[in-house]
C-alpha cells in the first residue's frame, strides 16, 4: 500500500463530509500555504484544496495564515521604503474605468506614498489597473525593488502580482480552468509586502467584510479599511451608501458613509478607454459620476490615515485633494487615444 501524500490531510480536513470537516486552524493554514506555494502539492490536490475552501468560504484564521506563508517568499530591498498605504487591485472594472487610480494617484500628490499591487487578465472584458498605469503613462514596476525606487520618486508605484509572487499569480489564472475564484483572490488583497501601517481593501461580496477585517486583526495590521467597492476594487459607489468596517490597533468598527449622487441607478461607462480619465484628470471632461467616485474613494482613505475625524470632515478635505492634483502627473491623452 502507497504512503499517503503529506498534504492529504489538508484535504481531509476540509472534505471529510459535513459533519466531520472543519476549518484548518491558523498554523495548518500557513503550513498548508507553504507546501502550495512550495510546489509540493499535487495538481489533484491544489484543485481539490482551492475548490473545498471557495465552497465553504475561507476564515479570518485560514487567510492569515496563508498571508503568512506568502510574505515569507517576498523579495525584500535591502532597505525596505517607508509606505503609508498599500492599496491592492485584484478585481478588474466592467461596468465604470478604474476611476480609483486617480483617486490613489491625488492621495500621492497629497504627501502619501501608496504601493499598488495586483492582478490581471483573469477574467475576460475587464480593464485592469497595470494597462491604466501604461496607458496613463505611469510606471509599472517589475520588483519590489523598482517599486521601492518608483515610489520615492513619485509616491506611488504599481507592482503585479506576477512580479510580487509568481505562483500566487499562476493560482489566480487558474480561474478560466476551475469556473469560480479562489482564497487566492482574498489572500493577495492582504499581502502588504513593504509593512505599510495602513491597509485598505476592496470586495465584492459584503459577506467577506468581517474576514478581512478579523484576518486584519489576526495579522496585527494597525489600521485597515474594508468596503464593498465598484467590481470589488476599492472604489466608492457614490449612488449607494456605504459601510466601512475598520481596524484601528486592534479595535474593530463599522462606518457608514452616505450617497454623494442623488440617483441611485450606476451609469454604465460607454466609453471603457483610459483617455477619457486622463480628461478627467486634466480638467478637460467633466464627469459627476466620476468625480464622485474619485472623490467619495479620496475621504476614506484620508480618514483610514487619520487626516480627517469625521466623515464629513473627510468628504470636504477630499474636493481640496483633488482639486490641488497635479496636471502633469500622468499623459495628456488626445480624444482618439486608448
Not at 482551492?50 to 496563508?66: Q, V
Not at 517607508?82 to 487591485?89: A, F, G, I, M, P
Not at 449607494?240 to 461607462?269: N, Y
Not at 467619495?296 to 470636504?316: E, F, P, V, Y
Amino acid at each position: 500500500m502507497s504512503e499517503e501524500h503529506p498534504f492529504a490531510q489538508y484535504v481531509r480536513i476540509l472534505g471529510r463530509g459535513k459533519s466531520a470537516q472543519r476549518p484548518l486552524t491558523e498554523e495548518e493554514a500557513e503550513t498548508a500555504m507553504a507546501m502550495v506555494l512550495d510546489g509540493q502539492v499535487l495538481p489533484e490536490q491544489l484543485g481539490a484544496f482551492l475548490m473545498l475552501l471557495r465552497l465553504k468560504e475561507e476564515t479570518p484564521e485560514e487567510i492569515a495564515g496563508f498571508v503568512r506563508a506568502a510574505r515569507h517568499g517576498f523579495q525584500l530591498p535591502d532597505q525596505p521604503p517607508r509606505v503609508d498605504l498599500d492599496w491592492s487591485s485584484y478585481a478588474g472594472k466592467r461596468r465604470q474605468l478604474p476611476w480609483f487610480v486617480l483617486a490613489a494617484l491625488a492621495l500621492a500628490d497629497s504627501g502619501v506614498t501608496v504601493f499598488m499591487h495586483g492582478a490581471e487578465g483573469h477574467t475576460p472584458g475587464r480593464i485592469y489597473t497595470r494597462e491604466t498605469f501604461e496607458a496613463l503613462g505611469l510606471p509599472v514596476a517589475s520588483s519590489l525593488a523598482e517599486a521601492a525606487r518608483g515610489m520615492a520618486a513619485a509616491g506611488i508605484a504599481y507592482l503585479p502580482l506576477e512580479h510580487l509572487s509568481p505562483r500566487l499569480h499562476e493560482l489566480i489564472q487558474l480561474r478560466p480552468i476551475l469556473g469560480l475564484r479562489s482564497p487566492v483572490h482574498t489572500l493577495s488583497r492582504m499581502l502588504n509586502p513593504f509593512a505599510a501601517p495602513y491597509l485598505a481593501q476592496g470586495i465584492f461580496h459584503r459577506g467577506f467584510l468581517a474576514t478581512h477585517q478579523q484576518a486584519g486583526a489576526l495579522l496585527g495590521q494597525p489600521h485597515l479599511a474594508v468596503f464593498r467597492g465598484e467590481g470589488g476594487e476599492i472604489e466608492r459607489r457614490p449612488n449607494k451608501p456605504t459601510d466601512v468596517a475598520t481596524l484601528h490597533d486592534g479595535q474593530l468598527g463599522l462606518e457608514e458613509w452616505p450617497t454623494l449622487v442623488p440617483d441611485p441607478h450606476q451609469p454604465q461607462d460607454e466609453d471603457m478607454r483610459p483617455a477619457r480619465m486622463a480628461a478627467v484628470w486634466w480638467g478637460e471632461a467633466h464627469d459627476d459620476y466620476a468625480t464622485a467616485a474619485i472623490t467619495g474613494t479620496l475621504a476614506i482613505m484620508l480618514k483610514l490615515l487619520g487626516r480627517s475625524d469625521d466623515i464629513a470632515a473627510a468628504q470636504a478635505l477630499a474636493a481640496e485633494v483633488w482639486a490641488g492634483r497635479r496636471r502633469d502627473r500622468i499623459t495628456r491623452l488626445g480624444a482618439g487615444a486608448a
